[in-house]
Nanobody, 123 residues
Framework: QVQLVESGGGSVQAGGSLRLSCAAS????????MGWFRQAPGKDREFVAT????????YVADSVKARFTISRDNAKKTGYLQMNNLKPEDTAVYYC????????????????WGQGTQVTVSS
């Protein structure tokens, strides 16, 4: 049974940092691309960042590009989202996802999803 488990969320003040982790139970983890999405109350789930199977290609949404970094450690079967200089508008539930064949910005590209971790940024 495939599981993606996010951790590292929490409450921080504006300007602070958090690092989210996504631990995967995927047998062939290194063949999957990984992505991060977020969903704020009353809004659609939106793309944040994606990374390909070996970490050689990343793409981060323009809205967070200067502040967020996506990475992965295939030996640990874990993906990461480093978030710096957080703003109140970053408040959302953050989800990690895994997909085959270089998933991109679309939710449809991803086969597996985690349950999400809450990030709350206060001003």
């Amino acid at each position: 049974q495939v599981q993606l488990v996010e951790s590292g969320g929490g409450s921080v003040q504006a300007g602070g940092s958090l690092r989210l982790s996504c631990a995967a139970s995927l047998r062939a983890f290194s063949t999957y691309g990984m992505g991060w999405f977020r969903q704020a109350p009353g809004k659609d789930r939106e793309f944040v960042a994606t990374i390909n199977w070996n970490g050689g290609r990343t793409y981060v949404a323009d809205s967070v590009k200067a502040r967020f970094t996506i990475s992965r450690d295939n030996a640990k079967k874990t993906g990461y989202l480093q978030m710096n200089n957080l703003k109140p508008e970053d408040t959302a539930v953050y989800y990690c996802a895994a997909g085959l064949t270089n998933p991109g910005r679309s939710r449809a590209d991803y086969n597996y999803w985690g349950q999400g971790t809450q990030v709350t940024v206060s001003s």
